[in-house]
């Protein structure tokens, strides 16, 4: 869940039966080299005030706080599988959704991270804010998230260009075995 939602009133986390069911997960980005303690008194938005307020609202329903190295474990991935150093911005929260459903499924698909013919200057579904960079990404490394996502698609070109889907493995049907920058293993 984008933090943004959970701390700004007009999404009326707290309230909306939108945020009432399913299990929800949280996150907030952390310096790189943070620790816990760092985290927890410094977050970018009141996280734990807005959790513990859900929490006594809602005690039985799913919600769980990534812990901030994980974002950088998926910056690093991504860096990983990247020919040229990328800048230390913490992934999309669209990205890091997608890998979460990568460790829970057989398949996922996506639509619309990598744009269709319907290509939109459109940052967020929550938002009418439009920026060219949301494409291509200012803060996150979006571009590179893009390759890396285009790379594991297993579907066609065509589904991405008319529909704007992509077609992931899960983690356990994944072939990692590949170099990066190499083409996508056939195997």
Same mark, same amino acid.
């Given at each position: 869940?984008? /933090?943004?939602?959970?701390? $700004? +009133?007009?999404? #009326? &986390?707290?309230?909306?039966?939108?945020?009432? $069911?399913?299990?929800?997960?949280?996150? +907030?980005?952390?310096?790189?080299?943070?620790?816990?303690?760092?985290?927890?008194?410094?977050?970018?938005?009141?996280?734990?005030?807005?959790?513990?307020?859900?929490?006594?609202?809602?005690?039985?329903?799913?919600?769980? !706080?990534?812990?901030?190295?994980?974002?950088? =474990?998926?910056? =690093?991935? !991504?860096?990983?599988?990247?020919?040229?150093? !990328? =800048?230390?911005?913490?992934?999309?929260?669209? &990205?890091?959704?997608?890998?979460?459903?990568?460790? /829970? %499924?057989?398949?996922?698909?996506?639509?619309?991270?990598?744009?269709?013919?319907?290509?939109?200057?459109?940052?967020?579904?929550? =938002?009418?804010?439009?920026?060219?960079?949301?494409?291509?990404?200012?803060?996150?490394?979006?571009?590179?998230?893009?390759?890396?996502?285009? #790379?594991?698609?297993?579907?066609?070109?065509? +589904?991405? &260009?008319?529909?704007?889907?992509?077609?992931?493995?899960? &983690?356990?049907?994944?072939? %990692?075995?590949?170099?990066?920058?190499?083409?996508?293993?056939? +195997?």
């Amino acid at each position: 869940m984008c /933090l943004q939602v959970m701390a $700004s +009133d007009e999404h #009326r &986390f707290l309230s909306s039966s939108l945020y009432s $069911s399913g299990a929800l997960v949280a996150w +907030d980005p952390a310096p790189f080299s943070s620790d816990l303690t760092q985290w927890y008194n410094r977050t970018d938005y009141p996280i734990f005030v807005q959790y513990q307020r859900y929490r006594r609202l809602h005690p039985l329903q799913p919600f769980y !706080i990534l812990h901030p190295r994980f974002e950088w =474990q998926v910056w =690093q991935r !991504i860096q990983d599988n990247m020919a040229e150093p !990328i =800048q230390r911005n913490p992934p999309s929260s669209g &990205f890091l959704g997608t890998v979460l459903m990568m460790s /829970l %499924c057989e398949v996922v698909h996506v639509y619309e991270f990598l744009p269709s013919r319907r290509k939109t200057e459109l940052c967020h579904y929550y =938002q009418r804010f439009y920026d060219a960079a949301c494409t291509l990404g200012a803060y996150h490394p979006l571009l590179y998230e893009k390759n890396l996502v285009k #790379r594991m698609n297993q579907g066609s070109d065509r +589904d991405i &260009f008319t529909r704007g889907r992509v077609t992931l493995p899960g &983690f356990l049907k994944l072939n %990692c075995t590949q170099s990066p920058g190499g083409p996508p293993s056939t +195997d």
